[in-house]
């Protein structure tokens, strides 16, 4: 069975500052807003900056393009690749001026919800071992690729 449930600009929001808690505990949650500027502002790294939407890709089930990661500059960039993905179209995507609440929706298996939940909170502690072992893969990718 499927259901419909609607992702808002806050809800997308919110998702970010969850990632953040965990891979940048050193940032305000008041510091996180979509004008903020991901290098400038947050003062993120490469690595976190590609951490936090690979994150943001596994909680709301979207595919972002690497170009697009890339080229994101705001939190407000971020949350327009997602919402864009969830069916959202780009003359009601937000800017950080944008205060308006956007809605999208997708189809979510139950099972799906349940299985998120329930490892919600051992996802926030701790990696599991595939977690680490791929993100030391995408680290060393990283690695490899500016050094080149």
Aim: charged fraction near 15%; charge should be negative.
């Amino acid at each position: 069975m499927s259901i419909s449930c609607p992702v808002s600009d806050t809800q997308v929001l919110a998702h970010i500052k969850e990632i953040l808690q965990i891979y940048a505990p050193e940032i305000s949650a008041t510091e996180i807003v979509p004008s903020a500027h991901l290098t400038q502002d947050l003062q993120l790294d490469l690595t976190t900056h590609w951490v936090l939407a690979i994150n943001l890709e596994k909680v709301t089930n979207t595919e972002l393009l690497d170009a697009d990661i890339q080229q994101a500059k705001t939190i407000a960039d971020l949350m327009n690749l997602v919402l864009a993905q969830l069916g959202t179209n780009n003359q009601h995507a937000i800017s950080p001026a944008d205060k308006n609440k956007n809605t999208a929706s997708f189809a979510v298996n139950s099972a799906e919800i349940n299985a998120v939940n329930s490892t919600s909170d051992t996802n926030k502690t701790a990696l599991n071992p595939a977690s680490e072992s791929d993100l030391a893969g995408a680290v060393a990718d990283l690695a490899n690729l500016f050094n080149n």
